[in-house]
């Protein structure tokens, strides 16, 4: 428990830092776009990039493994669209689906995996990374463009997630991968202090909007998706693995903790990309994160 919570503790400092900065320069949105461009085209896609550039050698049940925990992301992504709809403030369905689905499998999960199993969770952590990045990234502008006839109801999405910099970040990384080269310094540091500046710069970002949407509820629908994304996610991930057997076990729970992680930072990120419910996207961050100091070390104490 006491890991989970030291991992988990940052985050909260990081939004805090932006709330206070908030509070007493009182900027408005407008003058967080360009922090917001440098976290959305620069600083993530850094992290992406390096991140998944290192991925381990294939191994014999990781179509298997992947087509599992995929699956029940998608089905969570559903399930929180599915709760959003008609709602009466407006918000859109998708961002709901982003509180269900999208664990911080970014900024937690290595570090949390490893921490918790060793360096083996690191592998079967990095193939989730890169199956759910592109899974919530093909999702995610197919869901925005309900407003579309015809063929641009498909070829809108399809731009969107071809020339989306999370997707060709990791596309590039996952090209590069298989190249066998490797980076040299000077380009190398560069995406390292990028990729090191994501997580800090995107809850500080949090931080500076939430100051500015104070009083914020967990209204019943984002408490059914975030019950959905702490409890209904690692308890379906561990089912699938009862009833699918062979692999390891290992892999196994690191699949659960992933499952089990908050709302990704990123979940703010795109929704204030898209300009559509940034604020629902902030409470999601925060208070998924919250709660996860319960759920997390209650989860990891019982795989343990």
């Given at each position: 428990?006491?890991?989970?919570?030291?991992?988990?503790?940052?985050?909260?400092?990081?939004?805090?830092?932006?709330?206070?900065?908030?509070?007493?320069?009182?900027h408005?949105?407008?003058?967080?776009?360009?922090?917001?461009?440098?976290?959305?085209?620069?600083?993530?896609?850094?992290?992406?990039?390096?991140?998944?550039?290192?991925?381990?050698?294939?191994?014999?049940?990781?179509v298997?493994?992947?087509?599992?925990?995929?699956?029940?992301?998608?089905?969570?992504?559903?399930?929180?669209?599915?709760?959003?709809?008609?709602?009466?403030?407006?918000?859109?369905p998708?961002?709901?689906?982003?509180?269900?689905?999208?664990?911080?499998?970014?900024?937690?999960?290595?570090?949390?995996?490893?921490?918790?199993?060793?360096?083996?969770?690191?592998?079967?952590?990095?193939?989730?990374?890169?199956?759910?990045?592109?899974?919530?990234?093909?999702?995610?502008?197919?869901?925005?463009?309900?407003?579309?006839?015809?063929?641009?109801?498909?070829?809108?999405?399809?731009?969107?997630?071809?020339?989306?910099?999370?997707?060709?970040?990791?596309?590039?990384?996952?090209?590069?991968?298989?190249?066998?080269?490797?980076?040299?310094?000077?380009?190398?540091s560069?995406?390292?202090?990028?990729?090191?500046?994501?997580?800090?710069?995107a809850?500080?970002?949090?931080?500076?909007?939430?100051?500015?949407?104070?009083?914020?509820?967990?209204?019943?629908?984002?408490?059914?998706?975030?019950?959905?994304?702490?409890?209904?996610?690692?308890?379906a991930?561990?089912?699938?693995?009862?009833?699918?057997?062979?692999?390891?076990?290992?892999?196994?729970?690191?699949?659960?903790?992933?499952?089990?992680?908050?709302?990704a930072?990123?979940?703010?990120?795109?929704?204030?990309?898209?300009?559509?419910s940034?604020?629902?996207?902030?409470?999601?961050?925060?208070?998924?994160?919250?709660?996860?100091?319960?759920?997390?070390?209650?989860?990891?104490?019982?795989?343990?």
């Amino acid at each position: 428990m006491i890991v989970a919570l030291e991992l988990i503790a940052p985050f909260f400092l990081y939004i805090l830092a932006g709330v206070t900065a908030q509070l007493f320069l009182r900027h408005g949105d407008e003058q967080q776009r360009w922090l917001d461009a440098f976290i959305f085209y620069v600083a993530l896609p850094a992290l992406l990039f390096q991140s998944v550039r290192v991925v381990p050698p294939n191994d014999n049940n990781l179509v298997g493994f992947l087509a599992i925990t995929t699956s029940i992301t998608g089905a969570m992504f559903v399930l929180g669209w599915l709760i959003g709809r008609k709602n009466r403030s407006g918000d859109s369905p998708a961002v709901f689906g982003l509180a269900a689905s999208y664990s911080n499998i970014g900024y937690m999960g290595p570090a949390l995996t490893v921490a918790v199993l060793g360096p083996e969770a690191g592998a079967p952590a990095a193939f989730i990374f890169c199956a759910d990045v592109l899974l919530i990234f093909t999702i995610w502008p197919t869901m925005l463009g309900h407003d579309s006839r015809g063929l641009g109801r498909i070829m809108q999405p399809l731009r969107k997630v071809l020339t989306h910099p999370f997707i060709l970040a990791t596309l590039a990384a996952l090209l590069f991968a298989q190249s066998g080269l490797t980076l040299p310094a000077y380009i190398d540091s560069p995406l390292t202090g990028f990729q090191n500046a994501a997580a800090p710069t995107a809850l500080f970002s949090l931080g500076l909007t939430l100051a500015r949407n104070r009083g914020g509820r967990v209204e019943r629908r984002l408490g059914a998706c975030l019950t959905a994304k702490l409890v209904v996610h690692p308890l379906a991930v561990a089912a699938a693995f009862v009833v699918v057997s062979g692999f390891d076990p290992v892999w196994i729970a690191t699949a659960i903790i992933m499952g089990a992680l908050p709302p990704a930072a990123n979940v703010y990120v795109m929704a204030r990309a898209e300009g559509i419910s940034v604020a629902l996207a902030a409470r999601t961050v925060l208070y998924g994160t919250v709660f996860s100091a319960v759920t997390l070390p209650l989860l990891i104490y019982l795989l343990s």
